[in-house]
Antibody
Framework: QVQLQESGPGLVRPSETLSLTCIVSGGSVINGSYYWSWIRQPPGKGLEWIGYIYYSGSTNYNPSLKSRVTISVDTSKNQFSLKLSSVTAADTAVYFC?????????????????????WGKGTTVTVSS | DIQMTQSPSSLSASVGDRVTVTCRASQSISNFLNWYQQKPGKAPKLLIYAASSLQSGVPSRFRGSGSGTDFTLTISSLQPEDFATYSCQQSYSTPLTFGGGTKVEIK
């Protein structure tokens, strides 16, 4: 079964770019049945969805972060990545990657629903000089 | 953005108790609501998706219900391993948003 592992620096300087990678094992990022998400959790706070990517490269970002976020996929390495630019202390958080499954409800239109069913263990990123 | 509000923010319960956690959306989200369990220092774990579908491997004492704006997670008989924080998440529209969490503590 699919397992995910985040990797990247644990300390990033303010104004620099945070870069994390999520290595996928036990499955393929090319599987068209899934999206691949990034989620973060500041210390003592709730979860915040950052965005997701499809194997084709199609992305969807949280508007609150959109100007600073890039999510990419490397099918040759079976991994996907997160870049967050111009970081501040507010970006200090545990960052999780997650396999995101989806389903569709067809009524008068197509409605897609998503759920994050496999998560990485998370990696702590601290923004500090 | 759709706001997700959970209540209570915390509760104390004993092993064997029936526990109910509520999640309210700021607008109708049909049944596009997921529930996660998170223990300290660990990643969230999917319990329920599409409001009432039990994720594979999750004990049947967990039950989700609701549609529209009001949803409930019920644990029929609380077990020692269930003490954790529970969060709801809507997938009706992006950005996907989570509730603030409900911490279930030992009484």
């Amino acid at each position: 079964q699919v397992q995910l592992q985040e990797s990247g620096p644990g300390l990033v300087r303010p104004s620099e770019t945070l870069s994390l990678t999520c290595i996928v094992s036990g499955g393929s990022v090319i599987n068209g049945s899934y999206y691949w998400s990034w989620i973060r959790q500041p210390p003592g706070k709730g979860l915040e969805w950052i965005g997701y990517i499809y194997y084709s490269g199609s992305t969807n970002y949280n508007p609150s972060l959109k100007s600073r976020v890039t999510i990419s996929v490397d099918t040759s390495k079976n991994q996907f990545s997160l870049k967050l630019s111009s970081v501040t202390a507010a970006d200090t958080a545990v960052y999780f990657c997650a396999k995101t499954s989806f389903g569709v409800v067809i009524t008068t239109d197509y409605y897609y629903y998503y759920y994050m069913d496999v998560w990485g263990k998370g990696t702590t990123v601290t923004v500090s000089s | 953005d759709i706001q997700m509000t959970q209540s209570p923010s915390s509760l104390s319960a004993s092993v064997g108790d029936r526990v109910t956690v509520t999640c309210r959306a700021s607008q109708s989200i049909s049944n596009f609501l997921n529930w996660y369990q998170q223990k300290p220092g660990k990643a969230p774990k999917l319990l329920i998706y599409a409001a009432s579908s039990l994720q594979s491997g999750v004990p049947s004492r967990f039950r989700g219900s609701g549609s529209g704006t009001d949803f409930t997670l019920t644990i029929s008989s609380l077990q020692p391993e269930d003490f954790a924080t529970y969060s709801c998440q809507q997938s009706y529209s992006t950005p996907l948003t989570f509730g603030g969490g409900t911490k279930v503590e030992i009484k």
